[in-house]
C-alpha cells in the first residue's frame, strides 16, 4: 500500500520558519498530484500548497509569499517550507497524493486525494 510519512514539525515563535517533509513509498505514478493540508481543532481542512508531476504549483492564499513546496523525486520527498510563521498557521499538516494532475479549481481540495500521510504537528505560539 501507499504510504506518507510526515516529519518537521514542532514549536517556533511567530516569524520563525520550519521546514516540512513527506516521503512517499509504494507510489509509483508517474503522472500525479501532492499537496499539503492542515487542519486546526474546531476548523474545517484547508488546502495550503501544491504540486504536480510537471512542477506545476498552487498556494492558498493565506500562505502566498511564505510558503514553497517542492519535491525531490529521487527520494520520493515532499516539502514544504515555511517562513515568517503565524499563531494562525497552527494546525496539524497531511501531505497528500493522488495519481494524476488537477485543476486549479480542484488542486487544494482534499476529497480528491486517496492517499494521506498521519500527519505533524505545527505549533507557532510566543
Known amino acids: 500500500a501507499v504510504r506518507l510519512v510526515e516529519s518537521g514539525g514542532g514549536s517556533v515563535q511567530p516569524g520563525g520558519s520550519l521546514r516540512l517533509s513527506c516521503v512517499g513509498s509504494?507510489?509509483?505514478?508517474?503522472?500525479?498530484?501532492m499537496a499539503w493540508f492542515r487542519q486546526a481543532p474546531g476548523k474545517e481542512r484547508e488546502g495550503v500548497a501544491y504540486?504536480?508531476?510537471?512542477?506545476?504549483?498552487i498556494y492558498a492564499d493565506s500562505v502566498k509569499g511564505r510558503a514553497t513546496i517542492s519535491q525531490n523525486n529521487g527520494k520520493n520527498t515532499l516539502n514544504l517550507q515555511m517562513n515568517s510563521l503565524k499563531p494562525e498557521d497552527t494546525a496539524m499538516y497531511y501531505c497528500?497524493?493522488?495519481?494524476?494532475?488537477?485543476?486549479?479549481?480542484?488542486?487544494?481540495?482534499?476529497?480528491?486525494?486517496?492517499?494521506w500521510g498521519q500527519g505533524t504537528q505545527v505549533t507557532v505560539s510566543s
Open positions: 509504494r507510489f509509483s505514478a508517474r503522472v500525479y498530484s
Open positions: 504540486i504536480n508531476s510537471f512542477g506545476g504549483t
Open positions: 497528500a497524493a493522488e495519481p494524476g494532475i488537477y485543476s486549479s479549481t480542484w488542486s487544494l481540495a482534499g476529497e480528491k486525494y486517496r492517499y
